[in-house]
């Protein structure tokens, strides 16, 4: 059972458009909710992250939308650029307990145009 | 500073073969995590030590995956034997402890073993 499903598996977005890429989760107990950011070659990298006491969180271009009562989150890319090119991972881990394992969706493969 | 350095980048075995596949931590990490990506699939969580200690192997597949981390450094995990469905990117990923005030503390990646199983 998959835990974290996420959406679209692709997507292709013009230079200076907006990439939004939803997950949704069913364990309440989640309260840490990452997005990973990976490029070819190289290994998931931290890009933003939100906790549920907040519905929206902000860095630069990328935003971080949050809705505790459907248990749904969103990242959203404005203005993106060619740079932005990469495989996209949204997880979720649950507070307490004595592991802080990451439970991660499928990924997004997003192709930004020039 | 450098990395979470994973060797080998690729490993292509035949199956049957024994393969071991290293992670090295950030330096002062005491948490270690190995995950796995099957193709177009989710990235799922293998095991986590903290230092030496295995603090969560729930994610292990099966007695044919061995994970050790000597002295609370690098981490090695065998396969043994390998079959066909292992093949996937194996990453490492390391952190400090969980801050008592911001709470959970980033997870760092390597960049991923590559293991292939013909």
């Known amino acids: 059972q998959q835990q974290v499903k996420q959406s679209p598996q692709s997507l292709i977005v013009q230079k200076g458009g907006i990439s939004i890429i939803n997950c949704a989760y069913e364990?309440?107990?989640?309260?840490?909710f990452p997005w990973y950011q990976q490029f070819p070659g190289k290994g998931p990298a931290l890009l933003i992250a939100?906790?549920?006491?907040?519905s929206e969180k902000k860095e630069g271009r990328f935003t971080i939308s949050f809705n505790k009562s459907a248990k749904q989150f969103s990242l959203h890319i404005m203005d993106s650029q060619p740079g932005d090119s990469a495989t996209y991972f949204c997880?979720?881990?649950?507070?307490?307990?004595?592991?802080?394992?990451?439970?991660f969706g499928t990924g997004t493969l997003l192709a930004v145009q020039p | 500073e450098a990395g979470v350095t994973q060797f080998p980048s690729h490993s292509v075995i035949e199956k049957g073969q024994t393969v071991t596949l290293r992670c090295d931590p950030i330096?002062?990490?005491?948490?270690l995590y190995w995950y796995r990506r099957v193709m177009g699939k989710e990235i799922k969580f293998l095991l986590h030590?903290?230092?030496?200690?295995?603090?969560?192997e729930s994610g292990m597949p099966n007695n044919r995956f061995l994970a050790e981390r000597t002295g609370g450094t690098y981490s090695t995990l065998k396969v043994q034997p390998a079959e066909l469905e292992d093949s996937g990117v194996y990453f490492c990923?390391?952190?400090?402890?969980?801050?008592?005030?911001?709470?959970?503390?980033?997870?760092?990646f390597g960049q991923g073993t590559r293991l292939t199983v013909v």
């Open positions: 990923a390391s952190s400090q402890d969980r801050d008592r005030v911001i709470g959970d503390t980033e997870a760092f």
């Open positions: 364990n309440t107990a989640f309260d840490y």
């Open positions: 939100i906790r549920p006491d907040v």
């Open positions: 997880a979720a881990k649950a507070h307490g307990g004595a592991t802080n394992k990451l439970i």
């Open positions: 330096s002062g990490h005491d948490n």
């Open positions: 030590f903290v230092k030496e200690s295995k603090q969560d």
